[in-house]
């Protein structure tokens, strides 16, 4: 239990529901690479461009760089940084890590533990994931990580500390209940699909992450097909207050299907919630739009 309290103090800014999840990423590559290739210490200058890499992609939409939390997760009793010479880290700059040939690895104890018990390391997966991410994200993260995928499988971990974790309560049918308010059909491109009396393709997207105290109600999801959930968690879709579909300028799709599906949808109005359901709050949007929407936008 230490070292997962130690995890859930390392809680990513809470001012405004910003994302840092910069720490956590660079523990989910070190314990990617421990479960690939044992305990060793890692080189800033070998792991720099996969961690620049995993920031860019899974970060908030502002620059970052992985000197922080390489040099900064030292102060949280989970890692250990030096020098090629034995000497302490003495600046995240990314001169000074290269120049001294900086390394890091996991705190020996906590290694030992996670390695002494697969059961801690599915925890402590799960429990980065969870407060840091949307769930539609995580397998994705796992492979970025090069963690193996079914840890994203992983049960949820215990509330043992109900203080420290978010405070949103998970509704068991929230997408029942999406799916009723926008019809079952997307609320970007209106797919809507049934096999016998099952909705397919439909899922309830949350504006505000669960992770950062993000409501389990309607007036904090929309009605998504697959595809739109997931380019909309990826900051790819975004959404404005008066209901135009954002595209980010990020997106890259050279065919037909991709322009039809996602980027002609920059400008076009979404399909509000029928007569008599909330429609999403404006400060849940604005939270998207800061947190994760990749601006700026196509129109």
Do not use: Y
């Given at each position: 239990m230490e070292w997962l309290e130690l995890i859930l103090r390392l809680r990513r800014w809470t001012d405004n529901g910003t994302r840092d999840p910069h720490k956590a990423l660079l523990l989910l590559y070190a314990l990617g690479q421990l479960q690939r290739v044992g305990y060793k210490t890692i080189r800033y200058r070998d792991a720099?461009?996969?961690?620049?890499?995993?920031?860019?992609?899974?970060?908030?939409?502002?620059p970052a760089a992985a000197g922080y939390p390489f040099h900064h997760l030292a102060a949280d009793g989970l890692w250990e940084v030096a020098t090629a010479s034995g000497g302490p880290s003495t600046s995240a700059d990314r001169s000074a890590l290269l120049a001294g040939d900086v390394h890091g690895r996991l705190h020996p104890g906590f290694a030992r533990d996670l390695l002494a018990d697969p059961g801690l390391l599915a925890q402590v997966v799960r429990l980065?994931?969870?407060?840091?991410?949307?769930?539609?994200?995580?397998?994705?993260?796992?492979?970025?990580?090069?963690?193996?995928?079914?840890?994203?499988?992983?049960?949820?971990?215990a509330a043992f500390d109900k203080g420290d974790l978010p405070t949103a309560n998970r509704d068991p049918i929230l997408r029942q209940k999406i799916l009723l308010a926008y019809d079952c059909r997307c609320a970007f491109c209106g797919f809507e699909g049934w096999i016998g009396t099952t909705?397919?393709?439909?899922?309830?997207?949350?504006?505000?992450?669960?992770?950062?105290?993000?409501?389990?109600?309607?007036?904090?999801?929309?009605c998504l097909c697959s595809l739109h959930h997931r380019l909309f968690d990826k900051g790819v879709l975004g959404l404005t207050p008066n209901g135009k579909i954002l595209v980010s300028r990020q997106f890259v799709g050279t065919?037909?299907?991709?322009?039809?599906?996602?980027?002609?949808?920059?400008g076009r109005v979404f399909h509000p919630p029928q007569p008599g359901f909330a429609r999403p709050d404006a400060r849940n949007i604005a939270w998207h739009t800061r947190q994760v929407f990749r601006g700026p936008s196509l129109t």
């Open positions: 720099e461009a996969v961690l620049d890499g995993m920031l860019k992609e899974f970060g908030p939409p502002r980065l994931l969870d407060t840091n991410f949307e769930g539609g994200l995580h397998a994705d993260v796992c492979a970025a990580a090069n963690l193996m995928p079914e840890l994203a499988q992983t049960a949820a971990v909705v397919i393709g439909l899922e309830a997207a949350r504006l505000r992450w669960w992770a950062f105290d993000g409501q389990d109600d309607p007036t904090n999801c929309l065919t037909e299907t991709s322009r039809r599906l996602v980027t002609d949808l920059s």
